[in-house]
């Protein structure tokens, strides 16, 4: 197939989806903010399950970046909670929500628009956290991104990520029957691709365990925590099949 490039579609797919009212593209409310900085707030980095708040402990002073993160749901209640945040997004509409929520509450938050899959615009352990929602089933290769993420991380910092299962990438719609071989890559598979453009959902990536947890290893990280999680709606749904996992992995 002749090469495209993906991301640009991808970044253009997410604004529409915002404009839409995607439900991941909708910034949090005042009140919802005003809770964060009494101490009541949860975050997400899979459907349905909130990051349990261990995971990112005491937030005053730490350094964190939200790697494609954008969207003002996440990074606002962890500047409310004292952290020091920075945002790497490639949707205009998610940055534009990011900079319209900070200028709403008045706080500050460094805001680039970028692509993970370029070498990431950071010093050397620059960040304590790394806040990296489910987005790299949009990323054709993920070993590279883990490989940033520790070289930005300082030592004794963590990586907390969500990634989405293969699971969702062998079924038709209906999510009754398997209809597509591993791994999903459109870029390769042109059936896949026109899949795709059908539901008008950007160019998209299966990705193995290995690549999501052996790729973090691999990297240097010491996985320390995991859980699953489901759509939250659908078939998959219905019978209790995880589709979604996030990690939490320590720069030692």
Same mark, same amino acid.
């Given at each position: 197939?002749?090469?495209?490039?993906?991301?640009? %579609?991808?970044?253009?797919?997410?604004?529409?989806?915002?404009?839409?009212?995607? $439900?991941?593209?909708?910034? #949090?409310? =005042?009140? /919802?903010?005003?809770?964060?900085?009494?101490?009541?707030?949860?975050?997400?980095?899979?459907?349905?399950?909130?990051?349990?708040?261990?995971?990112?402990?005491?937030?005053?002073?730490?350094?964190?970046?939200?790697?494609?993160?954008?969207?003002?749901?996440?990074?606002?209640?962890?500047?409310?909670?004292?952290?020091?945040?920075?945002?790497?997004?490639?949707?205009?509409?998610?940055?534009?929500?990011?900079?319209?929520?900070?200028?709403?509450?008045?706080?500050?938050?460094? %805001?680039?628009?970028?692509?993970?899959?370029?070498?990431?615009?950071?010093?050397? $352990?620059?960040?304590?956290? #790394?806040? =990296?929602? /489910?987005?790299n089933c949009y990323v054709e290769e993920v070993r590279p991104i883990w490989k940033e993420c520790y070289r930005i991380l300082k030592h004794g910092g963590?990586?907390?990520?969500?990634?989405d299962h293969y699971v969702n990438y062998m079924v038709d719609n209906d999510e009754k029957m398997i209809v597509n071989s591993l791994p999903y890559n459109?870029?390769?598979?042109?059936?896949?691709?026109?899949?795709?453009?059908?539901?008008?959902?950007?160019?998209?990536?299966?990705?193995?365990?290995?690549?999501? %947890?052996?790729?973090?290893?691999?990297?240097?990280?010491?996985?320390?925590?995991?859980?699953?999680?489901?759509?939250?709606?659908?078939?998959?749904?219905?019978?209790?099949?995880?589709?979604?996992?996030?990690?939490?992995?320590?720069?030692?």
């Amino acid at each position: 197939m002749e090469k495209i490039d993906y991301q640009t %579609i991808n970044a253009q797919t997410i604004d529409r989806w915002v404009e839409a009212g995607w $439900e991941w593209g909708r910034p #949090i409310s =005042h009140d /919802v903010y005003e809770k964060a900085k009494r101490g009541q707030w949860d975050v997400y980095l899979t459907p349905t399950k909130p990051v349990p708040h261990e995971w990112l402990g005491d937030l005053r002073g730490r350094k964190v970046l939200g790697l494609a993160s954008g969207g003002g749901q996440q990074m606002p209640l962890f500047c409310a909670l004292g952290a020091e945040c920075t945002i790497l997004d490639y949707s205009s509409r998610q940055i534009e929500s990011e900079k319209m929520v900070s200028e709403r509450e008045g706080y500050q938050i460094r %805001i680039i628009q970028g692509d993970m899959t370029k070498p990431l615009p950071f010093a050397d $352990e620059e960040f304590d956290i #790394i806040f =990296h929602p /489910v987005s790299n089933c949009y990323v054709e290769e993920v070993r590279p991104i883990w490989k940033e993420c520790y070289r930005i991380l300082k030592h004794g910092g963590y990586l907390i990520a969500g990634t989405d299962h293969y699971v969702n990438y062998m079924v038709d719609n209906d999510e009754k029957m398997i209809v597509n071989s591993l791994p999903y890559n459109p870029l390769k598979n042109p059936e896949q691709m026109k899949q795709l453009q059908d539901r008008e959902e950007g160019v998209q990536f299966s990705h193995s365990l290995e690549e999501q %947890i052996a790729g973090q290893l691999d990297a240097g990280f010491r996985l320390l925590n995991l859980y699953e999680d489901t759509n939250g709606e659908g078939r998959l749904h219905e019978l209790g099949i995880p589709t979604f996992l996030a990690m939490r992995s320590l720069k030692e």
